[in-house]
């Protein structure tokens, strides 16, 4: 079984520049996830799918974040404009259901100089 | 508010057992996760407790009381690989899982 996918692996932008990120989930799995995690820090959800709904976003800084799920199975995630503070890693999870186990991708290292 | 405590940092010497503790204070329980995190590398998952008591599997054992808001992640048989972060992580119910920010462990020989 395919795990999940992400690119790209590492990105390197200036401030107020834009990037965007992909994610496609393991096959079949509803719930889908974008973590921020700084480097030394545990992950901090930024925004949660339920299929293409959004259930959480709570902590997605919306003045800068977005992000969409089309037909409820890729996901994109865009930064535009970057500040400094954004450098970490992006990881996208994906489980069957929310109370599920969460399944990894290898995460896009961000750097914004 | 949401709360996971976990020590930052554990030493232990190959061949050792560690222990290491997660407390946490949420609005809901639904069951907590340990995932182990290799550094630059992605979260993987270990163990899932709903239920109180010990789940054991192979070298990794963990334990939870839902009453003291509290688990363990035992390691046995420490080898130098298990050198990582642990991460501890809570489904409150409603569709959000927090995570603690792991313990990183250092394993010497």
């Known amino acids: 079984e395919a795990g999940v996918a992400q690119s790209p692996r590492y990105k390197i932008i200036e401030k107020r520049q834009s990037v965007a990120f992909w994610c496609n989930p393991i096959?079949?799995?509803?719930?889908l996830y974008w973590y921020q995690q700084i480097l030394g820090q545990g992950p901090k959800l930024l925004i949660q799918?339920?299929?293409?709904?959004?259930?959480?976003d709570s902590q997605l800084p919306k003045d800068r974040f977005s992000a969409e799920r089309l037909k409820g199975v890729d996901s994109t995630l865009k930064i535009q404009p970057a500040k400094l503070e954004d450098s970490a890693v992006y990881l996208c999870?994906?489980?069957?259901?929310?109370?599920?186990?969460?399944?990894f991708g290898p995460g896009t290292r961000l750097t914004v100089l | 508010g949401q709360n996971i405590d976990q020590p930052t940092e554990m030493t232990a010497t190959e061949g050792a057992i560690v222990q290491i503790n997660c407390t946490y204070q949420?609005?809901?329980?639904?069951?907590l996760f340990w995932y182990q995190q290799h550094a630059g590398e992605a979260p993987t998952f270990l163990s899932y407790?709903?239920?109180?008591g010990l789940e054991e599997k192979g070298r990794f054992s963990s334990f939870l009381s839902r009453s003291k808001g509290y688990s363990y992640l035992l390691l046995k048989e420490l080898q130098m690989k298990d050198s990582a972060s642990y991460l501890c992580?809570?489904?409150?119910?409603?569709?959000?899982?927090?995570f603690g920010a792991g313990t990183r462990l250092f394993v010497k020989a």
């Open positions: 999870a994906s489980s069957l259901q929310d109370t599920d186990t969460q399944y």
């Open positions: 096959s079949g799995h509803a719930t």
């Open positions: 799918f339920q299929n293409n709904g959004v259930v959480d």
């Open positions: 949420t609005s809901g329980f639904n069951g």
């Open positions: 407790n709903v239920l109180d």
């Open positions: 992580a809570v489904n409150t119910g409603g569709f959000k899982t927090i």
